[in-house]
């Protein structure tokens, strides 16, 4: 198998300059593209969340095919990342975010925005209660 090179966006976006763990909370339309384009991009470590199965009304605009339908979302979109760049560490976890774990970089992309600002609130929560 020939090695995966990143070669043609280097100049955007450098992945051997870049150690950070990326994490994806909702692997919806956003999430499973965004996940699917920092793979190509050649990042190093992802974990993605989401506790919801792949759908047939998904596949319009996600990034799913017949084949993951009724299966976790993190689980298929882990799979297929996998495939687009075997470097990537990628730690599906097929459950809701709970907040407790404060990522270097987290990208929130639930559907809800009631969802979203109720993650903001508890990692705020955290990093307060962490403060000396």
């Not at 763990?21 to 992802?46: C, D, E, F, Q, Y």
């Not at 339908?69 to 975010?97: E, H, W």
Request: proline share 5%; charged share 25%; with cysteine.
């Amino acid at each position: 198998m020939e090695h995966v090179s990143y070669m043609r966006q280097v100049n955007l976006f450098d992945p051997a300059q870049f150690d950070n763990h990326v994490t994806i909370v909702g692997l919806g339309n956003i999430g499973s593209h965004a996940a699917a384009t920092l793979a190509r991009l050649g990042i190093k470590k992802m974990m993605l969340y989401d506790d919801d199965k792949a759908e047939a009304h998904n596949l319009a605009s996600q990034n799913y095919d017949i084949h993951d339908l009724g299966k976790n979302k993190a689980i298929c979109t882990a799979s297929r990342l996998s495939a687009i760049n075997p470097d990537l560490d990628v730690m599906p976890q097929p459950f809701k975010y709970d907040g407790q774990q404060v990522p270097e970089i987290l990208i929130i992309a639930i559907d809800t925005m009631v969802g979203r600002k109720d993650i903001c609130k508890k990692l705020k929560e955290l990093q307060d209660f962490q403060r000396p």
